[in-house]
């Protein structure tokens, strides 16, 4: 019934022509809401039909609400089985995520998201290179999303390593690829790894570069962007307060 090459972002298989069934009918009661990830009673996995019903200001306005239930410790009652199994013959995420590794910046936690929800690429100070476009260019001209989110954090080790000009291994290259982002920080006073003022305000120039990086070096995604098909914007997540800040 489905095709190889297709079945990774849509089928009609008869699994999920019933879960498509089952979320119409949610639908013409009046439960689906404004998508699947913001009702309670549809946490399985999110539809094609549903994606693809989102705009991608709909479907920021989604994450945000998510980091909103997060700070407010109301997170939804996930059934992560559930999820998995849901998305098990497929998967329509909404948006693709460029982050930094730290520990404590989980897009998919601090924005209450779940699985099959979004696409993310983590990466140390969240830049990018030729392997993430190419990640990005899948997720969004052949399986759908329609959102590219690059989001930093504030006091990040790669941006404080960049400021330093740490050397270890294979991190010094990649610290250089931040470094432009360090001098293009306007700042008139402490611009050291010391001063987390500093630190932020590089982190942010950072994800802005990288945004216009994204723009520059991906004319798939640029061309997606131009037909307003996708959204590409920047997110700043705050360590001490929670807050995930869309630019
Ligand atoms: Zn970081």
Redesign the pocket.
Known sequence: MCDKDQHMIGCGCSARRGFLKMASAATALGLAGGGLFTSPLYADALTKAQRDSMTSDQIIAVMKAGNERFRAGVRKDRNYLNEQRASATGQYPAAVLLS???SR?PAEVIMDLGIGDIFNCRL???IENPDILGSMEFACKLAGAKVVLVM??TA????KGAIDNAELGNLTGLLEKIKPAVQATTYAGDRSANNYTFVDAVARKNVEMTVANIRKDSPVLAELEAKGTIKITGAMYNLETGVVEFF
């Open positions: 930094c590794i730290d910046a140390a100070g969240n930093g954090h990040c080790g790669a941006i």
